[in-house]
C-alpha cells in the first residue's frame, strides 16, 4: 500500500467516525417540550443539551466561579496521535460551547481542578507516551497559561483537588514503575510543593472530591489489574489523616464524580466490576451522603460510559459529558441531571389503628382518659417514631422483640423518661433506643439516631431532610405524622391514624419539625419540664444563654377530637451540652407551687431525672445549680440555692395559698428564719438550734397545719440552709 492510499483510507475513517459523531449527537438530544413527560420518578432525570464540540475520553473537567464547565486535553479517539490539549468552555445559561486558548501540552489522564481561592484553574501531571509532573495555572480571565513548579512525582491517572485551606492535593495515579500512593500540597501563594501523609489504598482513576464538611474523600479506582475498588477513605487536611469510610455500593474506575448541589457527592458511570468476576461498562448512578456515611442509588446515566466528566455547574445541575461506551471510542454528549421536584422515600406505613396494638392501653391514658385510654386514640407520636426506625433499619427492640406501636409503648413505660407529662413520647428517649438495639438490627448502619427539634414551619430544612434521605416527624396541631417526600408545591406524609396523603391536609404547614440523624457521636442532652406558666432560663457558667424553651400542647383523641390529653408542659431543650455547671432561673407571671423535672443525659443517652418543688410568685425568682457528667450521668447532680430571704419569702407564699392554714404559725417560722439569720455570723450554734427549731416544727404540723405541698418546699429550704 502506498503512502498515498494510506493516508486517504484513513481520511475516510476519519469522516466517517465524526459522521457518526454528528449523527449520535442529534440523536441525543431531546427537546424541552419532552422533559416535562421524561423525567416523571427520576432523581436525577439525565436530559440532553448542546453536545460537546470536541469528543473526548479522560479529559480534565471542572467548574468556574461563573458556573461555566471548562472541558481540558483527554483523548480524542484510539492511539495516542489522538492526544488533545482543546479547552472548551460549557455555558449552562445559554446551552452554549466556546473554543478556549489551547492548553500547553497535548496531555491526557491528568488532574485538573479550579481554585476559588484565586479563580484560576490547575493542571498537574497527565499521559503523553510517557509520564509527567509538569503542572500550569490556567487564567479564565485573560484566558492566559503559566508554568509553574512540577509536582514531586511523576504520574497520570491522579486526581487534584482544592481543600478547604485554599491549597491544591494532588492523590494517587500511576507511572512506568505501577500505582503511586503520593499525595503532594501545592500552595498557590508560595509556588511551593509538600509530601503528606500517603494514600491508605493506592489507586489510580479513582474519585477525588473536597466536601463542604473540610473532608477530601478518595472514592474508587483501580490498581491497573483488572481490580476495580469500591473504598472510600477520607482526608482530613488539617490533621494530615486519613480514616476508612462506608463503601461505594459499585466497585469502579474513571468514573465521573463531583458534589452535587445538597453538599453530597455523586459518581456516575466509569467502569465497574458487578461482583461476578465481570467487568464492564456501567451506567450506574450513587450519591454519597458525607454527614451521614450513607449511599443511595439514583437514576442511572442514559448510557453507560466511562472516562466521562462530571460537573457541577452554576445553575445548580450536574452535568455528565464525553467518555468512551461499548460502541464508540470518544462520545461529545452533554447530558444535564435535572433534580426531580418529586422525591418519596421508603417509609413503612404503620397505622395506629391496626390489630393488635390498637386496644392497647397508651401510655397511662387510663388515668387522664380512662374511657378511651388506647394506641388508637392517642398513639400518632409514638406511631410515628416506629416508622422513623424501621426505615432506618431498626426492627428490634433492645430486648430483641419486634418493634411495633404496641411493642414501643411497652418499652417506653418501662423507661424512667419514655413519656413526659400526660402522653407525650419523649423523643430523647427514642434516640436512646437506637442505639441500645444496635446489636439486634444488623442493618442500622449508624451508631444512634442523634434527636434535634425545630421550632416553626422550616420547609427549607424539610426539604433538605429529605433530599438527604431523612423522614422528619412533624407536628400539626394535636397530631403527629411523618413528612417523607416532596411532591411539588406541597410534602407526602404517612399518618398514622387518618388516610391523608399530603400535607396539604393539614393546610400545607407544621408546628414543629422533630428530627432524627443518623450519627455515631454525641446523645448528651439536658431536658426540663413543668406543667403551667414557668419562665425557664438556662446559662451556662459564662452566663450566656442557652437552650430554646416552648410550650407543648397536650395530644388530641384522635378519635374524639374533642378530648385532649391533659396540660400544656412547658419544655426546654438544650443539645449536646458541655459537662459541668449550669444555672437554671425560674420565674412565674402568678402565684403558684412549680414542680421543675430535669433530664440530665450522657452522651451515652444514659439519663439520670431530679425533681425540684419551689414556690413563685411575680416578685421572686429560683436559681437551680445543675452539674452535668456527660461521661456518667449517675453523677450528675442539681441543687436549689436556697437563702433566709428565700425561705421567709416561700412561708409567706404558702400562708397566702393556704398551705399554711395558721398566721401564728408561719409567723414563728418567719422568726425563727430572722433570728437564725442575725446569729449566723457570730453565734452559729444558736442559728443553728433554731434553725433545728424550725424543722420540728414543720415536721410536728406536717399534714394538719402545714400542708404537704408547702412541707415539701420548706422541708427542702431547711435543710438546704443547715447543710450551707
Given at each position: 500500500?502506498?503512502?498515498?492510499?494510506?493516508?486517504?483510507?484513513?481520511?475516510?475513517?476519519?469522516?466517517?467516525?465524526?459522521?457518526?459523531?454528528?449523527?449520535?449527537?442529534?440523536?441525543?438530544?431531546?427537546?424541552?417540550?419532552?422533559?416535562?413527560?421524561?423525567?416523571?420518578?427520576?432523581?436525577?432525570?439525565?436530559?440532553a443539551?448542546?453536545?460537546?464540540?470536541?469528543?473526548?475520553?479522560?479529559?480534565?473537567?471542572?467548574?468556574?466561579?461563573?458556573?461555566?464547565?471548562?472541558?481540558?486535553?483527554?483523548?480524542?479517539?484510539?492511539?495516542?496521535?489522538?492526544?488533545?490539549?482543546?479547552?472548551?468552555?460549557?455555558?449552562?445559561?445559554?446551552?452554549?460551547?466556546?473554543i478556549?486558548?489551547?492548553?500547553?501540552?497535548?496531555?491526557?489522564?491528568?488532574?485538573?481542578?479550579?481554585?476559588?481561592t484565586?479563580?484560576?484553574?490547575?493542571?498537574?501531571?497527565?499521559?503523553?507516551?510517557?509520564?509527567?509532573?509538569?503542572?500550569?495555572?490556567?487564567?479564565?480571565?485573560?484566558?492566559?497559561?503559566?508554568?509553574?513548579?512540577?509536582?514531586?512525582?511523576?504520574?497520570?491517572?491522579?486526581?487534584?483537588?482544592v481543600?478547604?485551606?485554599?491549597?491544591?492535593?494532588?492523590?494517587?495515579?500511576?507511572?512506568?514503575?505501577?500505582?503511586?500512593?503520593?499525595?503532594?500540597?501545592?500552595?498557590?501563594?508560595?509556588?511551593?510543593?509538600?509530601?503528606?501523609?500517603?494514600?491508605?489504598?493506592?489507586?489510580?482513576?479513582?474519585?477525588?472530591?473536597?466536601?463542604?464538611?473540610?473532608?477530601?474523600?478518595?472514592?474508587?479506582?483501580?490498581?491497573?489489574?483488572?481490580?476495580?475498588?469500591?473504598?472510600?477513605?477520607?482526608?482530613?487536611?488539617?490533621?494530615?489523616?486519613?480514616?476508612?469510610?462506608?463503601?461505594?455500593?459499585?466497585?469502579?474506575?474513571?468514573?465521573?464524580?463531583?458534589?452535587?448541589?445538597?453538599?453530597?457527592i455523586v459518581?456516575?458511570?466509569?467502569?465497574?466490576?458487578?461482583?461476578?468476576?465481570?467487568?464492564?461498562?456501567?451506567?450506574?448512578?450513587?450519591?454519597?451522603?458525607?454527614?451521614?456515611?450513607?449511599?443511595?442509588?439514583?437514576?442511572?446515566?442514559?448510557v453507560?460510559?466511562?472516562?466521562?466528566?462530571?460537573?457541577?455547574?452554576?445553575?445548580?445541575?450536574?452535568?455528565?459529558?464525553?467518555?468512551?461506551?461499548?460502541?464508540?471510542?470518544?462520545?461529545?454528549?452533554?447530558?444535564?441531571?435535572?433534580?426531580?421536584?418529586?422525591?418519596?422515600?421508603?417509609?413503612?406505613?404503620?397505622?395506629?389503628?391496626?390489630?393488635p396494638?390498637?386496644?392497647?392501653?397508651?401510655?397511662s391514658?387510663?388515668?387522664?382518659?380512662?374511657?378511651?385510654?388506647?394506641?388508637?386514640?392517642?398513639?400518632?407520636?409514638?406511631?410515628?417514631?416506629?416508622?422513623i426506625?424501621?426505615?432506618?433499619?431498626?426492627?428490634?427492640?433492645?430486648?430483641?422483640?419486634?418493634?411495633?406501636?404496641?411493642?414501643?409503648?411497652?418499652?417506653?413505660?418501662?423507661?424512667?423518661?419514655?413519656?413526659?407529662?400526660?402522653?407525650?413520647?419523649?423523643?430523647?428517649?427514642?434516640?436512646?433506643?437506637?442505639?441500645?438495639?444496635?446489636?439486634h438490627?444488623?442493618?442500622?448502619?449508624?451508631?444512634?439516631?442523634?434527636?434535634?427539634?425545630?421550632?416553626?414551619?422550616?420547609?427549607?430544612?424539610?426539604?433538605?431532610?429529605?433530599?438527604?434521605?431523612?423522614?422528619?416527624?412533624?407536628?400539626?396541631?394535636?397530631?403527629?405524622?411523618?413528612?417523607?417526600?416532596?411532591?411539588e408545591n406541597?410534602?407526602?406524609?404517612?399518618?398514622?391514624?387518618?388516610?391523608?396523603?399530603?400535607l396539604?391536609?393539614y393546610?400545607?404547614?407544621?408546628l414543629?419539625?422533630?428530627?432524627?440523624?443518623?450519627?455515631?457521636s454525641?446523645?448528651?442532652?439536658?431536658m426540663?419540664?413543668?406543667?403551667?406558666?414557668?419562665?425557664?432560663?438556662?446559662?451556662?457558667?459564662?452566663?450566656?444563654?442557652?437552650?430554646v424553651?416552648?410550650?407543648?400542647?397536650?395530644?388530641?383523641?384522635?378519635?374524639?377530637?374533642?378530648?385532649?390529653?391533659?396540660?400544656?408542659?412547658?419544655?426546654?431543650?438544650?443539645?449536646?451540652?458541655?459537662?459541668?455547671?449550669?444555672?437554671?432561673?425560674?420565674?412565674?407571671?402568678?402565684?403558684k407551687?412549680?414542680?421543675?423535672?430535669?433530664?440530665?443525659?450522657?452522651?451515652?443517652?444514659?439519663?439520670?431525672?431530679?425533681?425540684?418543688?419551689?414556690?413563685?410568685?411575680?416578685?421572686?425568682?429560683?436559681i437551680?445549680?445543675?452539674?452535668?457528667?456527660?461521661?456518667?450521668?449517675?453523677?450528675?447532680?442539681?441543687?436549689?440555692?436556697?437563702?433566709?430571704?428565700?425561705?421567709?419569702?416561700?412561708?409567706?407564699?404558702?400562708?397566702?395559698?393556704?398551705?399554711?392554714?395558721?398566721?401564728?404559725?408561719?409567723?414563728?417560722?418567719?422568726?425563727?428564719?430572722?433570728?437564725?439569720?442575725?446569729?449566723?455570723?457570730?453565734?452559729?450554734k444558736?442559728?443553728?438550734?433554731?434553725?433545728?427549731?424550725?424543722?420540728?416544727?414543720?415536721?410536728?404540723l406536717?399534714?394538719?397545719?402545714?400542708?404537704?405541698?408547702a412541707?415539701?418546699?420548706?422541708?427542702?429550704?431547711?435543710?438546704?440552709?443547715?447543710?450551707?
Amino acid at each position: 500500500m502506498n503512502t498515498v492510499t494510506g493516508n486517504l483510507k484513513n481520511l475516510h475513517k476519519l469522516l466517517l467516525l465524526l459522521f457518526c459523531f454528528s449523527v449520535l449527537s442529534i440523536f441525543l438530544f431531546i427537546s424541552p417540550t419532552a422533559i416535562a413527560d421524561t423525567c416523571l420518578n427520576q432523581d436525577p432525570c439525565w436530559t440532553a443539551k448542546a453536545p460537546m464540540p470536541t469528543p473526548r475520553r479522560d479529559f480534565g473537567i471542572a467548574t468556574d466561579a461563573d458556573g461555566n464547565i471548562y472541558a481540558v486535553g483527554g483523548y480524542g479517539g484510539y492511539g495516542y496521535r489522538w492526544l488533545l490539549n482543546v479547552v472548551e468552555m460549557y455555558d449552562p445559561k445559554n446551552d452554549t460551547w466556546m473554543i478556549k486558548s489551547q492548553a500547553p501540552v497535548l496531555r491526557n489522564s491528568m488532574g485538573f481542578t479550579f481554585n476559588p481561592t484565586n479563580n484560576n484553574f490547575y493542571f498537574t501531571g497527565g499521559y503523553n507516551e510517557g509520564v509527567f509532573n509538569d503542572v500550569y495555572e490556567y487564567n479564565p480571565t485573560s484566558d492566559t497559561w503559566t508554568a509553574k513548579t512540577p509536582m514531586p512525582s511523576k504520574r497520570f491517572g491522579l486526581r487534584l483537588v482544592v481543600g478547604s485551606n485554599g491549597k491544591l492535593y494532588a492523590v494517587g495515579g500511576k507511572n512506568d514503575a505501577g500505582l503511586v500512593d503520593a499525595v503532594e500540597e501545592y500552595d498557590p501563594i508560595t509556588n511551593l510543593w509538600t509530601t503528606k501523609n500517603t494514600i491508605p489504598t493506592p489507586r489510580s482513576n479513582l474519585g477525588l472530591v473536597a466536601a463542604p464538611n473540610g473532608m477530601i474523600y478518595a472514592i474508587g479506582g483501580d490498581n491497573d489489574q483488572a481490580h476495580y475498588f469500591n473504598i472510600v477513605e477520607e482526608y482530613n487536611p488539617i490533621t494530615n489523616t486519613w480514616i476508612t469510610k462506608n463503601p461505594m455500593p459499585t466497585a469502579r474506575s474513571d468514573m465521573g464524580v463531583s458534589l452535587n448541589s445538597e453538599g453530597n457527592i455523586v459518581v456516575a458511570g466509569g467502569y465497574a466490576d458487578n461482583g461476578a468476576g465481570i467487568s464492564g461498562y456501567t451506567n450506574v448512578v450513587e450519591e454519597y451522603n458525607p454527614t451521614t456515611d450513607t449511599w443511595t442509588t439514583k437514576t442511572p446515566l442514559p448510557v453507560a460510559t466511562y472516562a466521562l466528566g462530571l460537573a457541577l455547574a452554576g445553575d445548580g445541575n450536574l452535568y455528565a459529558i464525553g467518555g468512551q461506551t461499548e460502541s464508540n471510542p470518544v462520545i461529545n454528549s452533554n447530558y444535564v441531571g435535572i433534580k426531580s421536584s418529586e422525591i418519596d422515600l421508603n417509609v413503612p406505613l404503620i397505622k395506629q389503628t391496626s390489630d393488635p396494638w390498637q386496644s392497647q392501653i397508651y401510655d397511662s391514658a387510663n388515668r387522664w382518659s380512662p374511657l378511651s385510654p388506647t394506641i388508637r386514640d392517642w398513639g400518632c407520636a409514638m406511631t410515628s417514631a416506629v416508622m422513623i426506625l424501621k426505615y432506618y433499619g431498626i426492627n428490634k427492640l433492645p430486648d430483641n422483640t419486634d418493634i411495633n406501636p404496641g411493642s414501643l409503648n411497652t418499652w417506653l413505660n418501662n423507661q424512667p423518661d419514655g413519656y413526659v407529662g400526660d402522653g407525650l413520647t419523649n423523643w430523647i428517649a427514642i434516640s436512646r433506643l437506637s442505639k441500645l438495639a444496635k446489636t439486634h438490627n444488623p442493618d442500622f448502619k449508624y451508631g444512634a439516631l442523634e434527636f434535634s427539634k425545630i421550632w416553626g414551619d422550616d420547609k427549607n430544612q424539610l426539604t433538605n431532610d429529605i433530599k438527604n434521605n431523612q423522614p422528619d416527624i412533624l407536628e400539626v396541631p394535636g397530631h403527629f405524622i411523618v413528612g417523607k417526600g416532596i411532591k411539588e408545591n406541597t410534602f407526602n406524609i404517612n399518618d398514622p391514624y387518618y388516610d391523608r396523603l399530603t400535607l396539604e391536609d393539614y393546610s400545607n404547614t407544621f408546628l414543629t419539625l422533630n428530627r432524627y440523624i443518623p450519627s455515631d457521636s454525641d446523645l448528651s442532652y439536658i431536658m426540663l419540664t413543668s406543667e403551667g406558666s414557668l419562665k425557664i432560663s438556662f446559662k451556662d457558667s459564662s452566663n450566656n444563654p442557652l437552650g430554646v424553651q416552648f410550650t407543648q400542647q397536650p395530644l388530641v383523641n384522635d378519635s374524639d377530637n374533642s378530648k385532649t390529653s391533659g396540660k400544656p408542659l412547658e419544655i426546654l431543650y438544650v443539645q449536646k451540652p458541655d459537662g459541668g455547671d449550669y444555672q437554671v432561673y425560674l420565674t412565674a407571671e402568678n402565684l403558684k407551687i412549680y414542680e421543675l423535672k430535669i433530664y440530665l443525659y450522657d452522651q451515652e443517652g444514659n439519663v439520670n431525672i431530679k425533681n425540684q418543688k419551689g414556690i413563685l410568685d411575680p416578685a421572686g425568682q429560683d436559681i437551680i445549680n445543675i452539674n452535668l457528667d456527660k461521661n456518667d450521668s449517675s453523677n450528675s447532680s442539681i441543687k436549689k440555692i436556697v437563702t433566709f430571704q428565700s425561705t421567709i419569702n416561700d412561708v409567706n407564699r404558702l400562708r397566702k395559698l393556704n398551705l399554711i392554714l395558721n398566721n401564728a404559725i408561719s409567723k414563728n417560722l418567719i422568726n425563727l428564719i430572722k433570728n437564725a439569720e442575725k446569729d449566723f455570723t457570730k453565734r452559729k450554734k444558736t442559728a443553728l438550734l433554731r434553725l433545728n427549731a424550725f424543722e420540728f416544727l414543720i415536721n410536728s404540723l406536717r399534714g394538719i397545719i402545714i400542708k404537704e405541698e408547702a412541707y415539701q418546699i420548706l422541708d427542702y429550704d431547711i435543710k438546704y440552709l443547715k447543710n450551707n
